[in-house]
């Protein structure tokens, strides 16, 4: 098989303020996996250049927000040939996670691409990520994320599946997966909501997964904070997410009050510190936060002591949900049943076969699964939307708050994300923004009487009027 890589920016719609940092724009590159005998997939074209492959050592790039720019894959049209069609996966520019674009980028052209070049097909290439022999142990989770979604992409476009259905049957579906599931174009089941950790069955197999998801709201003042609120909720929103970790917890105390105050009752609303506090800080404040309605705080404490976070855990009045201390399976193991929820992340954990991999360790614990994400486009989130009938909480809007998303098929935008009955991930290139015209300039009235008439300008001949 042959991997291609293109590399854009994703530009947020407004700054988000995190404890430890301002986000305004991240890279992202996105992964194609296509079959040998395939024609190359289609990259987009920044003005001027040409598309990035893996084998030229090229790399384009898009201005941030991709105004000027196609988005990836923006010159395709679904195949309608199975066999030329390519998957795709994104792996995003991450300091949290200590990927940058190019590093990605490097890995993926340098170690996954010669991998997947020994590989005719998707299915055994799956196998080799699944039981670790694809990619070296030292692969960033993030890249090994992308290019699990690019094959799961890829697999369920040449057998006709959505990737919730190739799923079905983990652990190790592929030898099963066949071209017997639906056609490219079936008609495709409606989105079935079932409960928490409960697949949705409808008479033809396993429904499309949709879930409620929580929406974020940045550290920001109080008022505005209640104002976003408001609006979320009108758009359909029923869970809020809202960041906290200030200089003076004071403030994000008073920041909830004023959110719980401007929404109805049944709006559920989350806290994430993003381990702004210490365990004795946490111990003092959650009681506080649990008085005001909180449903579930995300990792309070630092990342770093998995057992403080467990103590804390037990006497807490509030359930809470471990993400920077369990990045992998062997981090669910050890907290399995001594938290409330585990955060899987599929760029923080590997992709969608290590999250299930922690799904089934949690199985049992009394420990929920939340499903999160990083900012990112829908390309990269939709893998997740397809485990969602696997969680208790999830958080699934990264894409949302883009200023442009490149990508869509998993809506949020209504408070609930949605996978498609489509073959693959579901996900097709969103049309390029339209630019903002530029406001006509105004012409200013006359401040006083014309004294005389003023010739219209004609063709000029030696700088004067003809």
């Known amino acids: 098989m042959r991997l291609t890589t293109r590399t854009t920016a994703l530009r947020l719609h407004s700054p988000l303020r995190i404890s430890r940092s301002v ?48 988005p990836p894959g923006a010159d395709l049209h679904p195949p309608p040939d199975p066999e030329a069609a390519a998957g795709y996966g994104e792996v995003v520019g991450s300091r949290y996670l200590g990927v940058a674009a190019r590093q990605a980028v490097r890995v993926l052209r340098g170690q996954a691409g010669p991998a997947l070049a020994r590989h005719a097909r998707p299915e055994t290439a ?98 505005d904070a209640a104002d976003q609120a408001r609006r979320l909720v009108a758009q359909g929103f029923t869970v809020l997410k809202l960041k906290a970790g200030t200089a003076d917890p004071e403030e994000d105390l008073h920041r909830v009050a004023a959110v719980r105050g401007a929404v109805p009752p049944g709006v559920r609303l989350l806290l994430d510190p993003n381990g702004a506090w210490t365990p004795s800080r946490a111990a003092a404040l959650l009681p506080r936060f649990a008085e005001l309605g909180v449903a579930a705080v995300e990792q309070p404490t630092a990342p ?128 390029a923004p339209v630019p903002e015209a530029a406001p006509e300039a105004a012409v200013p009235e006359p401040s006083g009487p014309v004294s005389r008439a003023v010739p219209e300008a004609g063709p000029r001949t030696g700088g004067r009027p003809a």
């Open 126 to 223: 799956l196998e080799a990520l699944r039981t670790g022999r694809l990619l070296p142990p030292d692969c960033p989770p993030s890249v090994a994320a992308a290019v699990d979604s690019a094959l799961l992409d890829l697999l369920g476009k040449l057998t006709g599946q959505p990737v919730y259905r190739l799923l079905a049957g983990e652990p190790g579906p592929w030898a099963a997966a066949s071209p017997g599931g639906p056609s490219p174009g079936a008609s495709a089941p409606a989105a079935v909501t079932a409960a928490p950790g409960e697949a949705a069955v409808t008479a033809d197999g396993p429904a499309p997964p949709a879930a409620v998801t929580a929406r974020t709201i940045g550290i920001t003042g109080a008022a």
């Open 304 to 431: 770093g002591d998995p057992e403080a976070l467990a103590r804390l855990a037990a006497r807490s009045p509030v359930p809470l949900i471990a993400d920077e201390d369990a990045a992998g399976v062997d981090d669910a193991r050890r907290l399995a049943g001594r938290v409330q929820g585990i955060n899987i992340k599929l760029a923080k954990c590997g992709g969608v076969q290590q999250a299930l991999r922690i799904c089934a360790a949690l199985a049992g614990s009394g420990t929920g699964v939340m499903l999160g994400c990083l900012t990112a486009s829908s390309l990269s989130i939709a893998p997740a939307v397809h485990l969602a009938d696997r969680a208790r909480w999830v958080d699934l809007d990264g894409h949302l708050l883009l200023a442009h998303d490149p990508w869509q098929g998993i809506g949020g935008s209504d408070g609930t994300v949605r996978a498609s009955g489509r073959p693959g991930l579901g996900v097709t290139p969103a049309p």
């Open 23 to 70: 986000m305004t724009h991240r890279d992202a590159v996105c992964v194609a996996v296509s079959l040998d005998h395939a024609p190359p997939p289609g990259q987009p074209r920044t003005p001027g250049g040409g598309a990035g492959a893996a084998g030229s050592g090229s790399a384009g790039r898009t201005a941030p927000g991709g105004a000027t720019a196609a």
